[in-house]
């Protein structure tokens, strides 16, 4: 009988513990497909965060590296420099990124290191329990945010890769979302952009990916994708936001 799909050999054969119609996922099989294409699954090193994603590095095939929460950028940082002929990601959620490791993810762009940075925004966090993230939308509930995020006294959401494509350090960054086939096949893509212009020796890169979170947001796993189209893209727009890639090292 003809094979008509495979689990990809980029991630280990373990059943993750994430929750029912959670996208860490499908993000985990793109990452993960990405790398077999490109053929570096032996030549590449992760950087796990903390978050619901801790334990990404039982799920990747590749050689994996713990960081403290915000803080795999700055390992990704030491792993990349020590190991310059490596393929170097971190995979990181919007709290650990846009939260307690935003000095972390903006000096590493600002440097212009030459890892790939894939960042998860499920607009909450997820593996504490549903409090706010900085990402989470005006009018979402959350945990700390019982009534609704309030612009007057919890501000506007952060657009972080708009933000990081004021920096000159970052060489590509894209914001796909997994909210049905055409966006996943649309992520994939920009996550293999993103680990070929490492490849290639350009700087920094990053992919967002607008993500679920059925478990927190109190929805099943399907109103949560229809929650984030009609929600989270509006304000966090798709697209190319920064690309000089083609441009001259
Ligand atoms: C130094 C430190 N501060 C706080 C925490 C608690 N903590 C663990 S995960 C997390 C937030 C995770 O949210 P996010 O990064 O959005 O990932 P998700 O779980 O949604 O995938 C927090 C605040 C911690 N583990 N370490």
Not at 18 to 28: Q, R, V
Not at 97 to 123: C, D, M, P, Y
Not at 148 to 153: I, L, P, Q, S, T
């Amino acid at each position: 009988m003809a094979v008509v799909f495979d689990r990809t050999k980029g991630l280990t054969d373990v059943t993750t513990h994430y929750c029912p119609g959670c996208t860490h996922g499908i993000i985990h099989r793109l990452v993960g497909e990405v790398m077999e294409e490109l053929g570096v699954i032996g030549e590449t090193i992760g950087v796990a965060p903390v978050g619901c994603s801790v334990l990404a590095y039982k799920y990747f095939n590749c050689d994996m590296h713990e960081a403290a929460h915000g803080r795999a950028p700055a390992v990704a940082t030491g792993v990349k420099r020590v190991h310059p002929d490596k393929v170097v990601f971190t995979y990181q959620g919007d709290g650990d990124l846009a939260s307690i490791g935003t000095a972390e993810i903006i000096h590493a762009a600002a440097r212009g290191e030459k890892f790939t940075t894939i960042f998860v925004n499920n607009a909450i966090y997820g593996m504490t329990g549903g409090q706010m993230a900085p990402t989470t939308l005006i009018g979402q509930k959350a945990t700390t945010s019982p009534y609704g995020r309030e612009k007057d006294v919890q501000g506007m959401p952060i657009r972080m890769s708009e933000m990081l494509s004021s920096l000159d350090g970052p060489v590509y960054l894209e914001r796909v979302s997994v909210h049905d086939a055409i966006h996943v096949r649309k992520a994939k893509t920009a996550i293999k952009k993103a680990f070929q212009a490492q490849i290639e020796g350009k700087g920094f890169t990053m992919i967002e990916v607008l993500s679920t979170c059925p478990t927190n947001w109190g929805m099943t796993a399907v109103d949560s994708l229809t929650w984030l189209k009609e929600n989270m893209i509006p304000y966090y727009p798709l697209g190319v936001i920064k690309d000089t890639t083609k441009e001259e090292n």
